[in-house]
């Protein structure tokens, strides 16, 4: 089979069975995906296999009395266009930016605090120089930030097999993205080519001289990367962090009222409204695939079967294709490729239950900065040997956590005085070394998070009344995220826009025809920015004859 004929772009079969569309998996984007296609007028299923919808972005019960978003945790992706076109706002959602961006307690009392008009004045205590190049540094990463945010709604070139006249349409792709790079300066060229290439830490290095901000820019550059700041490709992960906004506010970070859950209650509102018809407690067993190579149908767990014109997965792309597809239907190379497609962060993830708000030592007290995200990884030194530790130990003995305490911007999480406060630990290993099992190290690794968080606000073991941890087995089995990646595979060069998830298959259709995927697992990638169910919509609808509205 020839996984990249040009009939794979060709108009859907003219027999229509039960519905149109089947969408695998009720994650935020499959409901972004399902949303636009209904809006079109087209007949939608959504098939979810847990009790609710919105994947990873959901909000439970995890204490008695005490709700959090357990996996995803903050807003600042969430695409403004599909925010817009879902009428989210009008579904209720509501987000509320934290009153100071980022809080970064540090070793002899010191602290560093960063957001409109403080970081700085802060960064100036550390280092005058720093504080004066601050403000170009800014600068010149937006340049390069706003080029590529232009691209995050835009189906990438794809690289194709056959005649001239099907390569067109690529080629007007590839002069486009060469348009939007061509006009960026020298300065800016340069600028990405280092971040596509370089670590974070190499080029925060050649920026700055203090640890703190150093520290404090360089953590989202291992954010759901299991890698050390001086890993090369880590730059890119650090800007991947910055696409984002809050109410229009660029490179801001919120919380969404009611948790994680109301971003995918609100778009599954907006489904409902649209006519889509979404199926919980429904597992897929199956993707069926006919003897003409054509996809067209679901077998349930139950033993049902739902035809559809075409099956659209919201899986990360593993799987999709390593579990429900049958490996006959696939090009070998193409699943030899999946086969050794990368997912994996160093993410332990937890949710805890407080009888009274932390107070830290280098910032005794009550004040905004716990509504920010609490960082604690004083250096890029300590995050690199958190790294080493995890990959020799299974996991770091000083781990990096960046805690929130979303009931400081919503009551509605926690009973009246009390609070919930969210972990995002790193590092730990995906797969324990020597074969132990996560299962048996939950509870002991749960005991160094939160000891961790004691070493910088002396107490908060006192203060813990309950909490929930996930360890990367946990999110698999639970979230479907494989190896714990909280972005459907790994943010690096060979695994980005137009070879994502394979080279000759950035467009969503998989080489089985019929059969497309809306993950994370294709551009832009991962977070809550519901940008791939909105660019594989515009593509599936292409194949049906029909415009997006």
């Not at 670590?199 to 290095?205: F, V």
């Not at 792309?317 to 579990?323: D, V």
């Amino acid at each position: 089979m020839n996984a990249l004929k040009k009939t794979a772009h060709t108009p859907v079969g003219s027999v229509r069975p039960d519905r149109d569309i089947i969408i695998v998996g009720g994650g935020h984007n499959g409901l972004v995906c399902a949303a636009y296609l209904a809006k079109a007028g087209l007949k939608v299923t959504v098939l979810e296999r847990r009790d609710m919808v919105g994947g990873a972005a959901v909000t439970e019960e995890f204490h008695p009395g005490f709700r959090n978003s357990v996996a995803s945790y903050t807003v600042s992706l969430l695409n403004p266009k599909v925010i817009s076109d879902l009428d989210l706002h009008g579904h209720g959602l509501e987000i509320v930016e934290r009153r100071i961006g980022n809080f970064l307690p540090l070793e002899d009392d010191q602290y560093l605090l960063a957001g409109d008009g403080l970081t700085a004045r802060h960064l100036a205590k550390f280092s005058t120089r720093d504080a004066e190049r601050l403000g170009e540094y800014e600068a010149r990463l937006e340049v390069v930030a706003d080029t590529l945010r232009a691209l995050v709604l835009e189906t990438p070139p794809n690289m194709s097999e056959g005649s001239w006249l099907g390569a067109v349409p690529e080629l007007l792709k590839a002069a486009n993205l060469g348009g939007k790079l061509g006009s960026m300066s020298m300065t800016a060229r340069r600028d990405l080519l280092d971040l596509f290439s370089k670590s974070a830490g190499d080029w925060l290095d050649g920026w700055f001289e203090s640890n703190a901000i150093k520290a404090l820019f360089g953590f989202d550059s291992i954010v759901g990367n299991f890698a050390s700041p001086y890993t090369p490709g880590s730059a890119y992960v650090l800007l991947h962090h910055l696409f984002g906004e809050v109410n229009g506010k660029k490179g801001a970070w919120g919380h969404a009222i009611g948790g994680m859950g109301a971003i995918t209650q609100a778009m599954a509102r907006c489904c409902e409204a649209r006519g889509v018809e979404i199926r919980t407690g429904c597992a897929v067993d199956k993707v069926l695939v006919d003897e003409a190579g054509r996809s067209g149908a679901v077998r349930l767990a139950s033993g049902e079967t739902l035809s559809a014109r075409a099956v659209v997965s919201n899986l990360n792309p593993k799987l999709l294709f390593g579990s429900l597809i049958d490996p006959t239907a696939l090009p070998d190379d193409f699943s030899e490729r999946i086969r050794h497609y990368r997912c994996g962060s160093g993410t332990f993830r937890m949710n805890v239950a407080l009888d009274r708000l932390p107070s830290f030592t280098a910032l005794p007290g009550e004040g905004d900065h716990l509504t920010a995200g609490i960082i604690m990884a004083p250096s890029l030194a300590y995050m690199e040997q958190a790294y080493i530790d995890a990959r020799r130990d299974g996991w770091s003995k000083a781990p990096i956590i960046e805690l929130l305490i979303p009931s400081t911007l919503d009551p509605t999480l926690a009973p009246d005085g009390q609070h919930v406060a969210s972990l995002f630990c790193q590092h730990v290993s995906p797969e324990l070394p020597g074969g132990r099992d996560w299962d048996d190290h939950r509870d002991e690794v749960a005991q160094v998070m939160l000891d961790t968080v004691e070493r910088w606000a002396p107490g908060f073991r006192d203060s813990v009344l309950g909490y929930q941890a996930l360890t990367p087995k946990d999110l698999e089995r639970t979230f479907g995220l494989i190896g714990g990646d909280i972005f459907h595979g790994a943010l690096s060069l060979d695994q980005l826009f137009s070879a994502r998830p394979v080279l000759g298959h950035a467009d969503h259709r998989s080489p089985i025809k019929g059969l497309y995927q809306c993950g994370a697992g294709t551009h832009p990638g991962g977070g809550v920015t519901g940008a791939p169910g909105h660019n594989a919509a515009r593509e599936i609808l292409k194949d049906f004859g029909k415009r997006m509205g």
